[in-house]
């Protein structure tokens, strides 16, 4: 049997840095670990657990995950929900995990989208999976452009009424939407603490559609996802595409992604990073970073060897 786990006294001096996140009380570390893949129940789980534990190990304490990660659907809440009992049950109050609703998740009109019925149920569902009595963020994965925003966000408050999440977060709603969710949740005395959204080198999205700005002036914080567009920014692709990368595969990034201006372009900055003396990932991550508003970049690692190269971007930012 393994022994049991014990995390690293020295967690808080490791170099992980800190930000408030908006006008709130939390403080996200600058890296955050998402569980989009590599957890799900087609991995392995001491995989998933090495590099969780290194992770807390390192400083992060912030853990983000939805009901449809995997695969299959609901299984990494499952792998996350293992960890949390053998692992980190001791620590519980050190973590700040988050789930997220409103992708498919099962069969039939009440499985997706953004009901109170789904987000309701399916909360209800990640809590059990996760071995958790409540979560400490809450986010609408996206925008519902049919059902009543205020059916979507009512729902959400009265998930943090009922105690079962601390604090709401939403994925990806355009501005105008968004722009309604902070007035209504402020509203009801439970602001908006958070949005995600995909920010990287490649994708500006956040920045030229106002998203970042509104939150910076409203006190809502912001955290990337596919902060290295699934790869491209790194030197994974710079010599072609491996027959095991994620492109070759086929799954989540299609091998057209990768033109020749792209190719040139990733080179280019390769060559910059390695002038810097970084990688191309870590100037990836540092670029985030260094974006005014930005609380945390959420990545993914499929080992902790990764998971330890994207980490030194912190101690260089120092």
């Not at 912030?62 to 001791?90: I, V």
């Not at 986010?139 to 205020?150: A, M, V």
């Not at 030197?235 to 086929?250: E, F, H, Q, V």
Request: with cysteine; net charge neutral; charged share 20%.
């Amino acid at each position: 049997m393994e022994e049991i786990y014990k995390a690293d006294s020295s967690r808080y001096e490791n170099g992980m840095q800190y930000r408030r996140c908006g006008h709130s009380g939390v403080l996200l570390p600058e890296v955050s670990l998402g569980f989009w893949h590599n957890f799900g129940a087609v991995d392995p789980l001491q995989r998933s657990r090495d590099i969780a534990r290194y992770a807390f190990d390192h400083g992060i304490t912030h853990f983000d995950l939805a009901n449809n990660y995997g695969p299959p659907y609901g299984s990494a809440e499952e792998t996350f929900g293992k960890l949390m009992k053998d692992d980190f049950m001791p620590y519980r109050d050190e973590m700040f995990i988050s789930t997220k609703a409103g992708y498919d998740m099962w069969p039939g009109p009440y499985g997706n989208w953004g009901s109170r019925k789904y987000l309701m149920a399916s909360l209800n569902q990640s809590l059990k999976r996760m071995n958790l009595e409540y979560v400490d963020l809450f986010y609408s994965h996206r925008y519902d452009p049919e059902t009543p925003l205020e059916e979507t966000l009512q729902a959400m408050v009265d998930i943090v009424k009922q105690g079962k999440a601390f604090y709401l977060g939403i994925s990806r709603w355009p501005l105008q939407a968004t722009r309604f969710a902070i007035d209504y949740l402020a509203a009801r005395d439970t602001p908006l603490l958070i949005y995600q959204g995909r920010l990287n080198m490649l994708n500006h999205e956040p920045l030229s559609e106002g998203i970042i700005d509104l939150c910076i002036q409203r006190g809502v914080g912001f955290i990337s996802f596919s902060p290295l567009a699934q790869g491209l920014l790194t030197n994974r692709y710079l010599d072609g595409i491996p027959t095991d990368s994620r492109m070759a595969k086929g799954r989540s990034l299609k091998q057209a992604a990768l033109t020749p201006s792209l190719l040139n372009q990733l080179r280019q900055w390769n060559t910059e990073a390695q002038a810097a003396g970084m990688t191309l990932a870590e100037k990836a991550l540092k670029w985030i970073l260094d974006t005014r508003g930005i609380t945390s970049v959420l990545i993914g690692a499929s080992s902790t060897s990764q998971l330890q190269t994207n980490l030194e971007v912190v101690g260089k930012r120092q």
